[in-house]
């Protein structure tokens, strides 16, 4: 058996020797294929190669979910494609390729200064620039204007709060016969914006849970507003644990004068939505704290096993030049991340005029975000902190807990984890 | 043929009311029996009707509520003069007649229309409670077309990947799975209890609680990125062998005894009177693993990551990202991948039925 | 000829090409390992399957348990011992939930233990009746089989989706209601009724193929048995009490030790359909096992792994038991 095995790897090491020069310049990226992935970064891809005959870059399209669970079991057995674009940024972290040798760093520091951080998996101390962020998404409310312009209700102005918002909705729900106020996805992330404005830490300086008065605010605020049906129960009432649940199609079928979910919702609104009623996305609504939404979004990353860095990077970099990166944002209809391109703005020549405004009321928020949500955002133990968010937020709605022991749990369940990830 | 079965259904609404395969009269239990049966029909079907129907709706008409039953879209029509295609409406007007009219534009509770037959008549503006969009049913076969872009040329590589996994396990299932059954119910031998506790143990671990190390076992044998390394993990369900255990069990010893005396050997025993006999089992066996082979989602997500490899569950898996559900995508993807099952199934139901009729020993 | 014969006729000659070219080879094995070692013979694939892909993961499962950190390697991992256990076991009083420091993995044992003999009575109670329907003599057999067994055939989430979709509050049920001019009801957000749904989805995806099974069972019970009840007109429930259920016995036990394991492992379905809500009333052992495992970042697999092997040690007891009660009953 096992010289039998060694006779089969003997074998294969001849393949792969006789084959290594046709391979030696070819990387596989993967993605998926909504938005800023494979097929909107094709075009570029292919002009690269256009450009640097020899050179192949495989853009491989593999299910959201691959990346969600496939992804990392792959690359903590050492395997798994040269590069990828992900969403958990801090998670994989310890896998990325510190790009600083292969690209422009200065291109780089400058476009995504706060961004790159992210992907350090919370060393403060590090300069690595570790791959390239591709979109920014922002958390956000859209609001129906046909039915404010029924009640007769003025819509609030930037700088409105919460509860301004949560009383001028109630009041278009009451006068028009609209079911709820007031949704928001139930999502741990949509609720540290909430949390954020109304001056919640949520992480230290030193990568420490934090569960404060304005998380305690903001968690009462929310239950409240259960209570009192200006939010309805189905989304954070009636689902537990860390399930992701949208119910987007009660905004569609104005069902609900506000909704708060976030700027991937874009494209469906403009095909779905079209004529039937107005609408608009609005600032970000205030606390006691601050006006805030969170940010999220990808990020094009290589790995350390990859045999080409030099070809990866070169990549990546091509990608990253300001005409190529905005010439994929517009075929994505997303918002960038690279803070020229926030500055100079860009065009979206294929989206309807609402969707133009509404995108260029998106990007008016990154400004003003809370130094919290950018840091939230880069903790390593951010889904630990959502979940135990939603989690624990839904017991409370249905008289499981009270506050102070969902604020306990809350601050419980984060420091196991972190505890269970250290090993101590 | 045609006259024969002419001949039969001759009162058959008749006897299809009665209830009764042959003459005699409606008793209570027929009525109960036949109200559950639809009732059955209804529960158990209904939903997957509705999936189906609701698989060819346009994302705007799945998010509709109160939902119709049949995919609706609203009519679109070319108006002179414009670039993209209208919605038209019926707009009852102020003295009370209906007309149709294209929608330009919506501004709050007001439209600017246009009437398609006669658009140098200028813009009308109509309150929008006069107006309701003109629908026709409209099958959005682009759910389809759109999900099969999104897979591409390779679509029939998916299918031979799904068909190869589904076939290959099944097939080494039903062998491995129905020799440790023969093993286990007709011997008597040394350490049998503990082998039949190590393969039933192992009903009680749940897949997704094992999925890292089996991972971990796959890649160790090389086989990642590997038909094979969906195929082997799987082939030797402990359900397989307890159902075919069970079943053989009833097949009595003395058709071995005498074999033997026969100087057959074991292996003729087995493969010659055993497996033949137990064909009702080994059909419900195969149509567990098929079903389960060709609707596995989680080991083939971990274990297969390039796309030469891939099953049709995952190509078609594109219906999701961190925020998004695609409704419509993910119906038709359901309705795709169940096609084949259906028909597998409609195909094999004769032989399951017939098969399982025969388990009564005569 | 008989459908069946036919079968086993069809299935014979598929088999007997290679089958002619294996017997001779077989026969030479026996000779040369003796008739005693044949059995093991027979076992060793699927026993070497077993121990490679379904044990030897259990094994290093149990090696997480005892080990710390999000290492997916077990020579990565370090050693803790026994805290993983601990923490699981940390409570002030087992009676009440939020006084353990793991107060959900209480919370889904608590569910666990109403969901499952709730769930395993209404299946088996259901996929029986069913199968003493469709055994009658009735019209469209097939057809009705097909009807039931169809569900079976659709994916976990795809049963989900359909469900939670036609449960929501502006799903197709509340649209049927409203057209009745009945209020909507909001089916999940409900302890109570959540509890139900979970109980109804479950039972509705998987009962048919447990009345395939008892369907087989009833189908082997000989007719003449029933003609000599009709002679002593015995009533249908005497028929069905002293005659089929205790004929049914076997098959009953097949399916009533499947029908437990899996509903202990209840999983996929509801975490789409419920996601183990309204806040967790309906979160079961496997999803709790899920989340702290996989579904969190970082992976806890030794806190998962430690709650799977609690729950696997409480099913091998309850199977033994099982066992050895059918047994004991069967020699009686």
């Known amino acids: ?56 870059v495989n853009l491989e399209v593999v299910p959201y979910q691959s990346m969600l669970e496939s992804l990392p079991v792959q690359l903590a057995s050492g395997q798994g494609p040269d590069a990828a674009i992900v969403t958990d940024l801090g998670g994989l972290s310890r896998y990325y390729l510190d790009l600083t040798p292969y690209v422009d760093p200065d291109l780089f520091n400058s476009n995504f200064e706060r961004t790159l951080q992210w992907l350090r998996g919370g060393d403060a101390t590090s300069t690595a620039i570790n791959g390239m962020p591709t979109s920014l998404t922002v958390n956000g409310g859209y609001v129906n204007l046909t039915l404010f312009e029924q009640a007769g209700v003025a819509v609030p102005e930037e700088g409105a709060t919460w509860e301004e918002w949560a009383e001028a909705t109630r009041q278009v729900a009451e006068a028009t016969g609209t079911d709820f106020a007031m949704e928001m996805d139930r999502s741990g992330h949509r609720f540290a914006s ?74 469906q609104m403009d095909q779905e939505v079209g004529d039937l009623f107005d609408w608009k996305v609005i600032p970000a609504p205030c606390g006691p704290s601050s006006c805030t939404v969170m940010p999220g979004g990808g990020a094009l990353v290589a790995f350390q096993h990859t045999a080409q860095p030099e070809l990866v990077g070169e990549f990546i970099n091509y990608l990253a030049e300001p005409q190529n990166l905005s010439e994929v944002l517009a075929a994505a209809v997303e918002i960038p991340a690279a803070s020229s391109l926030i500055e100079s703005g860009i065009e979206y020549p294929g989206s309807s005029e609402r969707t133009q405004e509404a995108l260029s009321t998106f ?10 949500a950018y840091r939230f955002q880069g903790w390593r133990y951010q889904r630990a902190m959502m979940n135990a968010l939603t989690t624990r937020i839904s017991q409370v709605l249905n008289g499981e807990l009270e506050v102070d022991g969902a604020m306990d749990r809350i601050k419980q369940d984060v420091n196991l984890a972190i505890e269970a990830a250290k090993a101590q | 043929m045609a006259d024969l079965s002419l001949a039969r259904s001759e009162g058959g609404v008749r006897a299809l009311l009665l209830g009764r395969r042959g003459r005699g009269k409606v008793t209570l239990s027929d009525i109960l029996t036949y109200g559950y049966l639809l009732l059955g029909v209804l529960v158990m079907f209904a939903p997957v009707a509705w999936v189906v129907l609701s698989s060819f709706k346009t994302p705007a008409a799945l998010q509709e509520f109160p939902p119709t039953l049949l995919p609706y879209s609203t009519e679109q029509v070319v108006v002179e003069g414009f670039d993209q295609t209208l919605p038209l409406f019926n707009v009852t007007t102020e003295s009370g007649e209906v007309v149709q009219l294209a929608q330009i534009r919506r501004v709050g509770l007001n439209a600017q229309m246009i009437d398609p037959a006669n658009p140098q008549a200028g813009r009308i503006t109509v309150p929008v409670a006069n107006a309701a969009p003109v629908r026709k049913v409209h099958f959005a076969v682009e759910n389809y077309s759109q999900l099969l872009s999104s897979s591409g040329s390779d679509i029939w590589r998916f299918v031979f990947n799904s068909l190869f996994i589904t076939v290959a396990a099944t097939v080494i299932t039903l062998i491995m799975n129905s020799m440790a059954a023969f093993a286990l119910s007709k ?14 143990s192992t009903l009680m671990i749940p897949a997704t609680v094992v999925l890292v190390p089996t991972y971990l076992i796959v890649a160790q044998l090389g086989l990642v990125n590997n038909l094979w390394g969906v195929i082997l993990p799987t082939v030797a369900t402990p359900t397989g062998v307890f159902l075919l255990r069970q079943y053989m069990l009833t097949i009595p010893d003395e058709l071995i005894e005498a074999a033997r005396m026969d100087h057959a050997s074991e292996w003729r025993i087995f493969w010659r009177i055993i497996l033949p006999l137990s064909s009702p089992a080994l059909a419900v066996v195969a149509i567990f693993s098929i079903l389960s082979r060709w609707n596995d989602f989680l080991l083939p997500l971990v274990v297969l990551n390039r796309r030469e490899v891939f099953t049709l569950q995952l190509a078609l898996a594109s219906y999701q990202d961190e925020n998004v559900v695609r409704y419509e995508q993910l119906l038709a993807m359901t309705t795709l991948t169940a096609l084949p099952l259906a028909f597998a199934f409609i195909f094999l139901q004769r032989y399951i039925t017939s098969g399982i009729a025969s388990t009564g020993i005569k | ?193 959540a509890f139900f749904w979970s109980v109804f989805v479950t039972v509705w995806a998987h009962m048919g193929f447990y009345t395939i099974i008892l369907l087989a069972g009833l189908q082997a019970i000989p007719r003449d048995v029933y003609e000599a009840a009709k002679m002593d007109s015995a009533n249908h429930w005497r028929v069905f009490t002293r005659i089929t ?88």
């Open chain 2, 187 to 200: 011997y008597r031998f040394r350490g049998e209890g503990l082998a039949l506790v190590a393969i039933l």
């Open chain 1, 1 to 56: 058996m096992q010289r039998f095995r060694l006779r089969l790897s003997c074998a294969l090491g001849a393949l792969v020797l006789a084959s290594s020069p046709v391979l030696a310049q070819q990387i596989t990226v993967v993605c998926d294929d909504l938005g800023f992935g494979c097929n909107t970064m094709q075009p570029i891809a292919d002009r690269f190669m256009e450009e640097n005959p020899g050179k192949t």
């Open chain 1, 194 to 267: 909430l949390a954020i404005s109304y001056g919640a830490e949520l992480v230290d300086e030193a990568g420490n849970p934090v569960v404060d008065d304005g998380l305690r605010a903001a968690i009462e605020q929310f239950v409240a507003w259960h209570q009192d049906g200006t939010m309805p129960m189905d989304l954070w009432g009636a689902v537990g644990g860390a399930t992701h649940r949208e119910l987007f199609s009660d905004f569609l079928n104005a069902n609900t004068v506000l909704y708060f979910g976030g700027s991937w919702t874009l494209s």
């Open chain 3, 245 to 332: 259920l205790p004929l049914l016995r076997p098959v009953l036990l097949v399916v009533f030790i499947l029908a437990v394991i899996r509903s202990v492992q209840t999983f996929d379905e509801l975490y789409v359909l419920t996601g183990g809500g309204p806040g967790s009333a309906t979160l079961l052992m496997v999803q709790y096992i899920y989340e702290i495992g996989f579904a969190i970042q970082p992976r806890n697999f030794g806190l998962a792994a430690a709650a799977s092997l609690l729950l696997g040690v409480v099913l091998l007891v309850f199977t033994l038991v099982q066992l050895r009660v059918s047994k004991g009953s069967n020699n009686g």
């Open chain 1, 363 to 372: 990007i008016a928020q990154i400004p003003k975000m809370a130094p919290a």
């Open chain 3, 1 to 193: 000829m008989s459908a069946s014969s036919r079968i086993a006729h069809a299935t014979g000659s598929v088999f007997a090409l290679p089958a002619r070219a294996v017997e001779p080879l077989m026969a030479g094995l026996q000779r040369l390992i003796g008739i005693k070692r044949m059995p093991w013979f027979f076992l060793l694939p699927n026993l070497a399957a077993v121990i490679l892909f379904s044990l030897l993961p259990v094994f290093v499962n149990i090696y997480y348990s005892f080990t710390g950190s999000d290492r997916l390697y077990p020579s990565e991992r370090p050693f803790i011992g026994t805290y993983n256990y601990e923490t699981l076991l940390d409570c002030g009083n087992y009676l009440d939930p939020s006084t353990c420091s793991r107060d959900l993995f209480w919370r889904a044992l608590g569910n666990s233990l109403v969901f499952v003999p709730t769930q395993v009575a209404a299946m088996i109670g259901i996929a029986l009746l069913t199968a003493i329907c469709l055994n009658g003599d009735i019209r469209g057999r097939g057809f009705f089989r097909g009807v039931f067994f169809f569900p079976v055939m659709l994916s976990p989430v795809v049963v989900a989706l359909t469900w939670q979709w036609i449960l929501q509050r502006t799903g197709v049920l509340n649209g049927m209601l409203t057209s009745l001019g009945l209020d909507p009801v909001n089916w999940l957000v409900h302890a109570n009724s």
